[in-house]
């Protein structure tokens, strides 16, 4: 079987894409690459340019449009006429006045607060329920983000982190790659919601996440490409649509990960999670920036993983990886040992963790530690994006409860 049509194992190795990709054409200039007399560099390129041919850059320099042997050029005919001197300080001029000192990129909750105002004037004939905001907004946030991608954007390389048994792990895949990832994943909402599985025929067993993204990047050709940009975000729009058509019928559905379920409430606002991670991933791998969510849909995100956290706990003791609960276990509604999580920065707010039973009540009479973090930065403990010991800005009390509780928000992460 020959190269081009053996079956693909994985998402692809960077270099391999590399590999594959066609060199860029260098951009035309105004100056060549090598001058009249021969000399290379934008030395040789420029001499005996022409008056009008310099004068006719002086926007785009001012604009900072020029390539680096064009740029050259001007600014040493700038040294010798005054008139085009005079005339590039104005354009200078005029580009300040056209351009805000502060970044330009949108504001991450500004696509919020308009639809806000919106609603306010006319309130929608179908809403948007309020736990499926986030995945709406997430979803159209990274999608605005890939839009301008090129190929080598698509194929940039992104490493997924998570922590697996107390160990951060990784897994190399690209930017396209991720895109499917996501894709394969949300499918597990489509799937409850009785919409198309992008696998294809739902397997007999119950895949994990990780399962169902290995198995898509597995049945793949080659690497996944900029073409399955327009599957997800069909599925996306479909998934929307069809929880905000069935209303509070869908929020009794249950979404199962493989060895556990979540709520399809709470599913909803994991994959607003997960979407917003794998963004910021996408961000760093094509060096821009990206914002964490908005303050409410980050409160939302952060209230999920504080109520699974002690349930977590749990989890992780039965398998000896916390310390075993230290008096009798407490009774289901009953207050017992608690941690107070306490989260600071937009999408704040305080938690009481129970220690010793996920059954148990948060007790501010019974606190014996106290934790701070930053929204985001909890956030991305549990992304497994931030080592455990590193995470809490604040600590006060029980080391070992404290230890417990930020192991436990680590090893919830996953691929």
């Known amino acids: 079987m020959s190269e081009h049509h053996r079956p693909y194992d994985g998402p692809g190795s960077p270099d391999d894409v590399r590999a594959r990709e066609r060199p860029e054409r260098p951009s035309a200039g105004a100056f060549p690459a090598n001058g009249p007399d021969g000399a290379d560099g934008a030395g040789g390129a420029h001499r005996g340019t022409p008056h009008h041919v310099l004068k006719s850059l002086l926007g785009a320099w001012a604009l900072a449009a020029c390539g680096p042997a064009e740029a050259e050029a001007v600014e040493e005919h700038l040294g010798a006429c005054g008139s085009c001197a005079d005339e590039a300080l104005r354009l200078r001029e005029a580009v300040g006045l056209l351009h805000r000192p502060e970044s330009l990129d949108l504001d991450p909750g500004l696509r919020t607060r308009v639809l806000d105002s919106c609603l306010e004037?006319?309130?929608?004939?179908?809403?948007?329920?309020?736990?499926?905001?986030?995945?709406?907004?997430?979803?159209a946030r990274l999608d605005?983000?890939?839009?301008?991608?090129?190929?080598?954007?698509?194929?940039?390389?992104?490493?997924?982190?998570?922590?697996?048994?107390?160990?951060?792990?990784?897994?190399?895949?690209?930017?396209?790659?991720?895109?499917?990832?996501?894709?394969?994943?949300?499918?597990?909402?489509?799937?409850?919601?009785?919409?198309?599985?992008?696998?294809?025929?739902?397997?007999?067993?119950?895949?994990?996440?990780?399962?169902?993204?290995?198995?898509?990047?597995?049945?793949?050709?080659?690497?996944?490409?900029?073409?399955?940009?327009?599957?997800?975000?069909?599925?996306?729009?479909?998934?929307?649509?069809?929880?905000?058509?069935?209303?509070?019928?869908?929020?009794?559905?249950?979404?199962?990960?493989?060895?556990?379920?979540?709520?399809?409430?709470?599913?909803?606002?994991?994959?607003?999670?997960?979407?917003?991670?794998?963004?910021?991933?996408?961000?760093?791998?094509?060096?821009?920036?990206?914002?964490?969510?908005?303050?409410?849909?980050?409160?939302?995100?952060?209230?999920?993983?504080?109520?699974?956290?002690?349930?977590?706990?749990?989890?992780?003791?039965?398998?000896?990886l916390a310390s075993p609960v230290e008096r009798r276990l407490v009774a289901a509604g009953e207050p017992g040992r608690s941690l107070r999580l306490e989260i600071e920065g937009s999408g704040g707010g305080e938690w009481l963790i129970p220690l010793d039973s996920p059954a148990a009540k948060g007790s501010a009479e019974h606190e014996v530690a106290h934790v701070a973090l930053d929204g985001a930065e909890f956030c991305r403990l549990a992304a497994g994006h931030l080592p455990p010991r590193e995470a809490a800005a604040g600590q006060e009390g029980d080391r070992t409860a404290i230890s417990d509780v930020l192991s436990a928000a680590a090893s919830m992460s996953r691929m």
Request: glycine share 6%.
């Open 121 to 139: 004037r006319r309130p929608p004939r179908t809403p948007v329920p309020e736990w499926a905001a986030a995945y709406d907004a997430e979803t």
């Open 144 to 320: 605005a983000l890939l839009q301008d991608f090129g190929d080598s954007e698509w194929h940039a390389p992104v490493r997924l982190r998570w922590y697996e048994a107390d160990e951060a792990s990784s897994r190399r895949t690209t930017v396209a790659g991720v895109i499917a990832h996501l894709l394969t994943v949300d499918g597990l909402v489509a799937v409850a919601l009785g919409l198309d599985d992008p696998l294809g025929d739902a397997p007999a067993s119950r895949p994990t996440p990780s399962d169902r993204t290995e198995a898509y990047w597995r049945a793949a050709r080659h690497p996944p490409t900029r073409s399955v940009r327009a599957p997800w975000r069909e599925q996306s729009h479909a998934l929307v649509r069809t929880v905000s058509f069935t209303g509070g019928r869908a929020g009794r559905l249950a979404v199962p990960y493989g060895d556990f379920e979540l709520p399809l409430h709470d599913a909803m606002l994991d994959r607003a999670f997960e979407c917003w991670v794998h963004g910021e991933d996408i961000a760093e791998a094509v060096d821009y920036p990206y914002d964490p969510p908005s303050g409410r849909h980050l409160h939302r995100i952060v209230d999920l993983a504080a109520r699974m956290l002690p349930s977590v706990l749990e989890h992780r003791r039965l398998h000896g």
